[in-house]
């Protein structure tokens, strides 16, 4: 069964990016801080980021990341969604108008104009396609920015929240949650690493 996973790096004070993220600094200022597990040799950081991308169907992203990573200073060949860990899922971006050109034109993208829900829709659809065509359950991630997982959640479109909570306090930043209906989350799991803390939770509709 497709799932709608929201998988995203956030600090010990609830941010997803330093402060005065741009185009051209997609993290802000000390969010690199944020990814350091990605990039750590500890075998279960490892296994958690293979795990991670080899189970990606679909990817949803919001317009702002969007302009990010098909940026100058956005993903190459050796960085990019799990880069060295996963073939090329779709990409599907909630955007209010599309980009005229694309830089990574390797990559499957869609660019939906209807909203976010459209948007997990068209992945949902793209994700059950990839599990048929590969014979095993794939499921959709909501990769980010902040504001759309944020939106997702108060939506009821996820599944399961999976946090990479590093331990770093950046003080100001894009937060991921700024309100919203009270929620209790069911804790599936909690991995401990050099570099994270990985916790999963299942997400009650």
């Known amino acids: 069964m497709t799932r709608i996973i929201a998988d995203i790096s956030v600090s010990l004070d609830g941010v997803v990016t330093g402060p005065d993220p741009g185009p051209r600094n997609g ?21 958690v980021l293979r795990e991670a991308t080899a189970r990606s169907g679909a990817v949803v ?6 302009d990010v990573v098909d940026g100058p200073e956005g993903w190459g060949d050796s960085s990019g969604y799990g880069a060295g860990e996963v073939g090329k899922p779709a990409f599907v971006v909630v955007t209010s108008t599309p980009p005229t050109s694309v830089r990574l034109t390797d990559l499957d993208w869609t660019f939906v104009t209807t909203g976010l829900a459209d948007a997990v829709a068209t992945a949902r659809e793209r994700a059950e396609a990839a599990s048929s ?14 504001a759309t997982v944020g939106s997702a959640l108060e939506a009821g479109l996820v599944d399961v929240l999976s946090l990479d909570l590093a331990p770093v306090v950046l003080g100001a930043g894009t937060p991921l949650f700024t309100g919203g209906a009270p929620r209790t989350l069911v804790q599936r799991s909690v991995l401990s690493t050099s570099t994270a803390t990985h916790l999963t939770y299942d997400v009650s509709r």
Do not use: K, Y
């Not at 993290?27 to 296994?47: C, K, N, Q």
């Not at 992203?61 to 969007?66: E, I």
């Not at 095993?136 to 920015?145: C, E, S």
């Open 27 to 47: 993290l802000g200022t000390g969010g690199e801080a944020l990814h350091t597990w990605a990039f750590s040799d500890d075998p279960d950081d490892r296994r």
């Open 61 to 66: 992203l919001g317009r702002r990341l969007f």
């Open 133 to 146: 065509a590969g014979g095993r359950d794939l499921d959709v991630i909501l990769m980010g920015g902040g």
